[in-house]
């Protein structure tokens, strides 16, 4: 069974910063993969927040430039989501998302709270 692990989350005051994990299997942290972070504020459909493409581009979604950060080790077999200048808007439930071979595989999730 293929598990994602996340790790990374907490309570953070608006204005600071988070470095969200998620561990893959190697067996499908491939650089033809696709890897994303997406997330899920209460009461919202889950959203896309950023993502490498099968051909490695980066992107990241408008609500989150200049502030967030897609990137991977693979040597760690590591994605990471660096979050910065945190903001109310941004608390949810993250999640790591690989496609590949396809398949899609998700992550548990986890909790960012950003608030006094």
């Known amino acids: 069974q293929v598990q994602l692990v996340e790790s990374g989350g907490g309570l953070v005051q608006p204005g600071g910063s988070l470095t969200l994990s998620c561990t893959v299997p190697?067996?499908?942290?491939?650089?033809?993969?696709?890897m994303a972070w997406h997330r899920q504020a209460p009461g919202s459909e889950r959203e896309l927040v950023a993502s490498?493409?099968?051909?490695?581009?980066?992107t990241v979604a408008n609500a989150v430039k200049g502030r967030f950060i897609i990137s991977r080790d693979t040597t760690q077999n590591t994605l990471y989501l660096l979050m910065n200048n945190l903001k109310p808007d941004d608390t949810g439930v993250y999640y790591c998302?690989?496609?590949?071979?396809?398949?899609?595989?998700w992550g548990q999730g986890t909790q960012v709270t950003v608030g006094t």
């Open positions: 998302n690989i496609q590949y071979g396809g398949s899609s595989y």
């Open positions: 490498f493409s099968t051909g490695g581009s980066r």
């Open positions: 190697q067996s499908i942290f491939s650089r033809h993969a696709a």
